[in-house]
């Protein structure tokens, strides 16, 4: 392979995702990038789920198309290190998610995943995780910031359906996977795909049913995991395809639906925490109900202020934020009209959540959040 040089375009200098298509398919390259008068390798990584694979990393880089990057075969000597990056432990119920050996998050959800453990609901004993059971929906606890802040809260006494970044919704036709008093419907794992993990990211795609008290399955829904780390922190990538695989799929006009966050205890408003959303209004007072580009929760953590921003993705329809000073927040488009799906119709949405040592300004939220929605182009 002959060197392919090449740069980017980007709209402001954060550290944010790369992503290069790859001119011939291949699954080791190597990343290399002009500077100070010399080329220097950069960790990389293949995406070799796609369908056509595709290169990535994270970088700062000026506005405009400033650095010089070039591919070159693996083979060529010098490389970064191998050794750090990400790795997925698979625990059964739970996978767990390692930067540099430490958790960074973990994901929790029941399903079959051998022939003795069918139809039972797990619960999670673990001294990092802490305590989780696991019986209605998937959901990500814990999620952590780079120096070790725990930003959410999983199960609090108030609402113990509230299970940190979770998805569900209250009304599916007719049946609730939301709520969790014992008569209310599952989203339970069918399977799991394409778990990869390296220096760059971590993630997978798994296949999810989500079945009414009886037992009857409503839907289909394929979710897609991934995990980057930037300077500040951690940005976490979900995409969602909802199928209408058993007949119309009718996600009625509800309060209670969505994706939803809820953060740690000493971080909510009621403690000394902040809500701030993209208009620079603050607070439940200032963000219920408001349109915006996106919400950050930050606050005090054992000495330390930490925070999440959520990002909703391009698909999503526009809608008004639901936020409590309390700290939950719901990225929910069908709260005020239902969404219909004809059989055989699907229904995508993705999202981006930030997990970021620091305030809202210091984590630059803002400019995460418009590399999110620009990402860099090829020049």
Not at 203 to 225: C, F, I, M, V, Y
Not at 257 to 269: H, N, P, Q
């Amino acid at each position: 392979m002959q060197p392919y040089e090449f740069s980017l375009r980007t709209v402001n200098s954060v550290v944010q995702v790369h992503a290069l298509p790859l001119p011939q398919p291949m699954d080791r390259v190597r990343l290399e990038r002009y500077q100070d008068g010399q080329w220097t390798p950069v960790a990389s990584q293949v995406d070799t789920t796609l369908v056509h694979p595709v290169l990535f990393w994270a970088a700062a880089d000026q506005p405009g198309g400033g650095h010089r990057y070039r591919l070159l075969d693996r083979l060529q000597e010098k490389t970064v290190d191998s050794t750090s990056g990400f790795s997925i432990e698979d625990c059964q119920y739970r996978f767990k998610v390692r930067w540099n050996r430490e958790v960074a998050a973990a994901y929790n959800f029941i399903g079959l995943r051998d022939t003795d453990q069918a139809g039972k609901i797990a619960t999670i004993v673990d001294p990092k995780v802490n305590i989780a059971s696991v019986g209605y929906k998937p959901f990500w606890y814990p999620l952590y910031t780079p120096s070790g802040l725990r930003l959410t809260e999983n199960s609090p006494a108030d609402h113990p359906h509230h299970h940190s970044l979770w998805f569900g919704h209250s009304e599916v036709n007719g049946f609730d996977i939301w709520s969790e008093t014992g008569k209310e419907g599952r989203i339970v794992l069918q399977e799991i795909r394409d778990v990869v993990s390296g220096p760059v990211f971590a993630g997978w795609t798994e296949t999810n049913a989500w079945l009414s008290p009886n037992q009857e399955k409503l839907l289909e829904e394929d979710r897609t995991h991934r995990l980057w780390r930037v300077e500040q922190g951690y940005l976490l990538d979900i995409r969602f395809c909802f199928r209408a695989t058993e007949g119309e799929l009718r996600f009625g006009q509800a309060k209670d639906g969505g994706l939803g966050l809820r953060v740690a205890d000493s971080m909510d408003v009621e403690d000394g925490g902040v809500i701030v959303n993209s208009n620079g209004e603050r607070n439940e007072a200032g963000t219920f109900d408001r349109h915006a580009d996106w919400i950050d929760f930050s606050g005090p953590i054992a000495g330390r202020i930490g925070g999440l921003a959520l990002f909703n993705g391009p698909e999503v329809p526009k809608h008004p934020w639901f936020t409590r000073d309390y700290g939950p927040a719901l990225s929910n488009f069908m709260r005020f009209e239902p969404y219909t799906l004809a059989e055989g119709e699907q229904l995508q949405l993705s999202f981006r959540v930030y997990l970021h040592d620091g305030d809202v300004a210091t984590a630059q939220v803002a400019e995460q959040y418009q590399a999110y929605i620009h990402p860099p182009e090829l020049v």
